[in-house]
Nanobody
Framework: QVRLVESGGGSVQAGQSLSLSCVAS????????VAWFRQGSGKERVGVAR????????RYNDPVKGRATISQDTSKETVSLQIDNVTPEDAGMYYC?????????????????WGQGIQVTVSA
């Protein structure tokens, strides 16, 4: 079993940086990959960044590529996400998710553990 708890979020001004944290505890096998997803109002949930726990290798999806940094602090079992130069398109619910699978994926169906989500709004 894996437990994921997000923090951060809230309201961010356009052009500023967004910072989120996820404490990922429980069976390490269940969190081979830890990812951040977001879901805008009326939109599908999409993966934005993921990190491979064993190596720290990061990968980013197109909506945030070049603006985001995902990192981990293994001593604190924390995975963090920072998105720079945010726009209104970055607003939505952000979810931390973990996968025990071997497939490197941004598809929600490949992640079996989810946090409760945290709201991010972007003001002009």
């Amino acid at each position: 079993q894996v437990r994921l708890v997000e923090s951060g979020g809230g309201s961010v001004q356009a052009g500023q940086s967004l910072s989120l944290s996820c404490v990922a505890s429980g069976n390490p096998t269940g969190r081979r990959f830890v990812a951040w997803f977001r879901q805008g109002s009326g939109k599908e949930r999409v993966g934005v960044a993921r990190i491979r726990s064993s190596t720290g290798h990061a990968r980013y999806n197109d909506p945030v590529k070049g603006r985001a940094t995902i990192s981990q602090d293994t001593s604190k079992e924390t995975v963090s996400l920072q998105i720079d130069n945010v726009t209104p398109e970055d607003a939505g619910m952000y979810y931390c998710a973990a996968s025990a699978g071997v497939v490197d994926s941004f598809l929600p169906r490949d992640y079996m553990y989810w946090g409760q989500g945290i709201q991010v709004t972007v003001s002009a």
